[in-house]
């Protein structure tokens, strides 16, 4: 089990410079729902919402660095035990969620 890190406005800009996931082994997962995640996402993210992430294959992200987010950071950290539970590599959580992802500048679809 990986501890999660969150990440605060300048290590989220380190770690995606001008908003982009330039990392193969870094995967961005959102837990919102999906209608939330069609509303607007980050590019190159992957939709797992909270209620699936306990069946979802953990194996098939084994070597990656996962790195959560939600809409404001609550549900990422009401759920953190869970997602401890399916990293196997380092992984991180925005502290802010999306909204702390746009008020770093970067860049969403809609």
């Avoid at 209620?51 to 098939?60: P, T």
């Amino acid at each position: 089990m990986s501890k999660i890190e969150y990440l605060d406005d300048e290590q989220l800009k380190s770690m995606f410079p001008n908003g982009v996931v330039s990392d193969a082994d870094v995967l961005i997962i959102d837990v919102r729902s999906p209608g939330e995640n069609a509303a607007e996402y980050i590019e190159g993210s992957t939709n797992i919402p909270l209620d699936e992430l306990m069946s979802f294959d953990r194996n098939k992200y084994k070597d990656k660095t996962l790195v959560f987010h939600c809409k404001g950071g609550v549900r990422t950290k009401a759920n953190q035990h869970v997602l401890e539970s399916l990293a196997s590599k380092q992984s991180f959580c925005f502290d802010g969620g999306i909204e702390q992802w746009k008020s770093c500048g970067h860049p969403i679809k809609k």
